[in-house]
């Protein structure tokens, strides 16, 4: 078969780039090769996110863009895929004449057969069928392309929460669980194909296993903790009020579990956290951040805000505000609520004016910036545990600063900071390559989204590995 080419665009979350992945992974026994340039593509797929209207507008002005493509090239399939695709079927189609077809979340494993419907009988296809059934199928990775040093592994799928502005039950259906073997399995084998690091997702990691009576969380983190050769793990999201105890004493107890957790606080008032159906307060949240900081003093804690709810007061705003001056975030991610379709809040009252949302965004941004930056410049001239993941892309931040070094890597510390650093060990090229391992960084200038820095090459001693001892360049 001669080989063709795939072009995907992603759009959205970590669940998306790991559907991507098992994509073309998929589409690999049809002799499809990834192709960076969409001229160039036989199939398009666009893998779309319908969490915000911002999201989901992206997805129809890029396939405004594959219109003139199609009508060059008649022969050229696209495909889209993902919770837009879920939630809209058909109707996709008819918005897109030119497309060729429509899969959901669940249909990533039928995608080859589609493709070659499609090749052979030049139909249009719309799969769109949803299952609780979790297919192991769709998790096999036999593949790491070279040189892949930290994976996603999906642990679970769905969400049974219900939060009042969110799609995500609606488009992605129950929470499932994995089986912990099979989980186990998968990264056995990511590791014995030289991957360091992994990234568990799901949308409630913290309820992993509880409807299936499974292990629990952090009973899966430990076992995932006695891997061999796996030097880091990290896990997204957690719902604040699933957050047990246990899961706080493992940032302690499993040395492999990066000191950074993302804990979505949504808004500081409890009238508003109440009507979002949170189902828990700003007083317990906070309360789960301390002991967070009691527990592991040196982890990152990242969340999420929502501006702009519908009835959200400016009593209830600077509630927020002064939520984020109480905790002081390591990173904040902040978002114009927008209504969404099948979510409960598009049928609330108290609708709040467009502009108004975008200067509480602005105001959210600017406070939070502030802690960011401020945090940023503490770890100058400290020593930081790096995975290394691959070369720096911010080659012309250095050259602002007229730094000249030759080979920049880039890789990330257990609090999740991104650090481009030079190795400065010139004596053998066996240890000049530091691709995948864990090396001790001095941390020379700091910006407000990554820190910069250099290494000796020196591998870090066990100790550091467990934090017992910081170590002195
Ligand atoms: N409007 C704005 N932001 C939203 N999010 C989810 N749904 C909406 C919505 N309708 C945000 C939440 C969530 C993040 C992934 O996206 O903050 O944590
Ligand atoms: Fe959406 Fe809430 Fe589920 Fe997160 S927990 S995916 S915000 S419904």
């Known amino acids: 078969m001669e080989t063709k080419y795939l072009y995907i665009n992603t759009i959205g979350c970590q669940m998306n780039v790991y559907d991507s992945e098992q994509i073309a992974r998929g589409l690999k026994s049809l002799q499809y090769e990834m192709t960076p340039f969409l001229e160039k ?83 249009r296809i719309v799969d769109i069928e949803m299952s609780d ?41 129950r929470e499932t669980s994995r089986d912990p073997k099979n989980i186990i399995n998968e990264i056995h084998r990511l590791v014995e194909s030289g991957v360091r690091e992994v990234t568990l997702l799901g949308q409630n990691v913290n309820s992993y296993g509880m409807k299936e009576g499974l292990c629990t969380f952090p009973e899966l983190l430990r076992r995932i903790n006695d891997i061999d050769g796996l030097l880091r793990i990290r896990f997204t999201t957690s719902h604040p009020k ?32 109440k009507r979002m159906n949170r189902k828990y307060t700003r007083e317990i949240y906070l309360e789960k951040v301390d002991k967070l900081r009691n527990t592991c003093p040196d982890i990152a804690i990242t969340s999420d805000i929502i501006v702009g709810f519908p009835g959200e007061t400016k009593t209830d705003f600077q509630e927020t505000l002064d939520l984020i001056k109480t905790v002081k975030f390591d990173g904040l991610f902040a978002f114009k609520y927008s209504d969404r379709p099948n979510a409960s809040a598009a049928r609330f009252v108290g609708k709040i004016l467009k502009n108004e949302k975008k200067q509480r965004l602005q105001q959210v941004l600017d406070l939070q910036d502030q802690f960011t930056t401020r945090k940023n410049k503490t770890l100058k001239d400290s020593i930081q545990l790096v995975l290394v993941e691959g070369f720096s892309k911010k080659q012309n931040q250095i050259n602002k600063q007229n730094i000249s ?54 591998e870090p001693t066990s100790f550091d590995l467990r934090g017992e001892k910081s170590y002195v360049a």
């Open 41 to 123: 593509a036989d199939l398009i797929i666009v893998n779309t996110c319908a969490i915000r209207e911002k999201a989901e507008q992206k997805v129809f002005s890029f396939l405004g863009r594959l219109a003139g493509l199609k009508k060059k090239r008649p022969d050229l399939i696209i495909g889209v895929g993902g919770c837009v695709a879920q939630q809209e079927g058909a109707k996709i189609l008819e918005r897109a004449p030119y497309l060729d077809l429509v899969f959901g979340t669940n249909a990533i494993d039928r995608l080859p057969g589609a493709i070659q419907a499609i090749l052979s009988k030049k139909c």
């Open 133 to 173: 059934q979790i297919k192991e199928l769709d998790f096999v990775t036999n593949e790491v392309d070279k040189g892949e040093v930290s994976r996603f592994v999906t642990i679970m799928q769905g969400c049974d929460n219900y939060c009042t502005y969110c799609v995500v039950p609606y488009v992605r259906g």
């Open 242 to 273: 699933d957050l047990s105890e246990n899961l706080i004493h493992a940032f302690k107890d499993l040395y492999k579990l990066c000191h950074h957790i993302h804990l979505p606080i949504q808004s500081g008032s409890n009238r508003i956290l």
């Open 405 to 458: 070094q030759d080979v920049q890597w880039t890789g990330r510390t257990s609090t999740n900071k991104i650090v481009n650093f030079y190795n400065s060990d010139d004596t053998d090229s066996c240890t000049k390559n530091v691709m995948g391992r864990l090396v001790n960084v001095r941390i020379l200038q700091t910006f407000s989204h990554s820190l910069w820095g250099e290494t000796n090459g020196k």
